[in-house]
Structure formats: structure tokens, C-alpha cells
């Protein structure tokens, strides 16, 4: 099993349509290619673990790079893993507020993260970590 993690910045003019559509034919295709993972969005900016076959999850990336939805993608961390972590999900997806973020004492976390994942390049617990809380958040 593959993984792939990156961040990026939505283009400022990508509305909330947009993104549905980008969820609803990221689910198409993922289902199509054995492709699992999770989307997250907050304050303009993505975050998103791709998950399956090394070549597969690997085109969809180099796919990814290329849409002008979004911009200053930086890649994470990749590599081999023993398991899924979102292996009932084409895409999850979850769209974070500060309303949210606030209530789950997750505001401050989210940000360091985010800040974090640009300069790491390793894949490291706390990446791991941070998953599994977005996998918990969702099956809430």
C-alpha cells in the first residue's frame, strides 16, 4: 500500500460549487482506480492523504498538479504503509469551520499543522496522528 500526502492553496476564485465538484469526480475516479483518501479544507486551503497502488495514486498526483483550481502544492510525504486508513472511502471529505475547529480544540492544532507539513518532508507520527483525528472527525 501507497501513500500520499500534500498541501495546497485554493485559487481565489474557486467557489464552494467548485469544490463539490472536485469531491464528486475525485470519488468517481478513485472508485475507479482503487484509490482511497481524504480531503480537508479550511480557510482556502486543502490538505489531502491519496491512498492505493504507488502508479496509480502517483498519475493522479502528477493529474493534480496540473489543476488550476488550486496552486503552491507542496508534497508532504509518500511512501509504503501496511494499511489504509481510509479504506471504505473513495474520497472522505470534510470542509472545517472555525465554529468546528474551535469546539473540537482543534483550531490550534490544525494551524500548527499545517504550518508543520510544509517544512516536513519524513512521514512522522504526529502525520499520522493527524489522520486518524480527521478519520475520527468524520465517522462522527
Excluded at 474557486?14 to 475516479?29: M, Q, Y
Excluded at 492523504?49 to 498538479?65: D, P, Q, Y
Aim: one cysteine or more.
Amino acid at each position: 500500500m501507497y501513500e500520499l500526502v500534500y498541501y495546497s492553496e485554493a485559487n481565489k476564485k474557486l467557489t464552494n460549487e467548485g469544490v463539490a465538484d472536485i469531491i464528486k469526480r475525485a470519488r468517481n475516479f478513485n472508485s475507479q482506480k482503487d484509490i482511497t483518501g481524504c480531503l480537508l479544507y479550511h480557510n482556502r486551503e486543502f490538505i489531502q492523504i491519496l491512498e492505493g497502488n504507488k502508479e496509480a495514486v502517483n498519475s493522479l498526483f502528477t493529474k493534480i498538479k496540473t489543476d488550476n483550481r488550486h496552486h503552491d502544492i507542496i508534497l508532504l510525504h509518500e511512501g509504503e504503509k501496511k494499511e489504509r486508513v481510509f479504506s471504505t472511502w473513495s474520497m472522505a471529505y470534510q470542509k472545517l469551520d472555525n465554529s468546528e475547529l474551535q469546539k473540537l480544540g482543534r483550531k490550534l492544532f490544525m494551524h500548527q499543522y499545517m504550518s508543520f507539513s510544509k517544512l516536513s518532508e519524513q512521514p512522522t507520527n504526529a502525520v499520522r496522528l493527524f489522520w486518524y483525528m480527521a478519520k475520527h472527525l468524520l465517522e462522527r
